[in-house]
């Protein structure tokens, strides 16, 4: 999918550039991080904050779990040489079990945060688009090129549009341009 994005983006810009040359059209093309747009607006603080919180909780969980998996195992260590065979094997499994659903415990919480993540940033995203294509726009950009899905690994300050559209979107959240996000 990302390369299709990259040849999606490849294409339209040598497309531009040919109807450019014919045509006597100027094209202006811009360029913006939205990750770090989304890290450093308000709102992206605030949900990068939520994020934390719910990891660092998800986080004491798992270590806590983790700690009994370890103390049970140095335990059967320990009790391996005095324990009949079929009363070790039992507690063998059974720490084989516990250990597995430590880490589907552990991908389920990982699966959530990112379902969190995506949650929290879709609504910044969606209101930061609206400001690209108000500043396309007004300031008569042909197009707008998110930095790093596009593959683009270096751009003039000029063109670089992030830190406009950071001052634009927390300008706007002062003004009560839309809801936190949550």
Not at 115 to 123: G, V
Request: aromatic share 4%; with cysteine.
């Amino acid at each position: 999918m990302r390369f299709c994005r990259i040849v999606t983006i490849a294409l339209a810009t040598v497309i531009l550039a040919g109807s450019a040359s014919t045509v006597d059209a100027q094209v202006k093309i811009g360029v913006v991080d939205l990750q770090r747009a989304i890290n450093e607006t308000e709102d992206g603080r605030q949900a990068k904050r939520r994020l934390k919180k719910v990891f660092d909780e998800r986080q004491k969980s798992l270590n806590v779990k983790q700690e009994s998996l370890k103390a049970q195992k140095e335990s059967l260590e320990r009790q391996q040489d005095v324990l009949n065979q079929d009363a070790f094997k039992k507690k063998v499994e059974k720490y084989q079990t516990d250990l597995m659903d430590l880490q589907n415990e552990y991908v389920q919480y990982q699966q959530e945060l990112s379902t969190k993540e995506a949650e929290l940033t879709q609504k910044i995203l969606e209101k930061m688009q609206a400001i690209l294509r108000r500043i396309g726009q007004t300031d008569g950009y042909t197009i707008i090129i998110e930095a790093n899905e596009g593959g683009v690994v270096w751009v003039p300050g000029n063109l670089d549009l992030t830190d406009v559209l950071i001052q634009r979107y927390n300008k706007q959240a002062k003004q009560g341009g839309g809801k936190k996000a949550k």
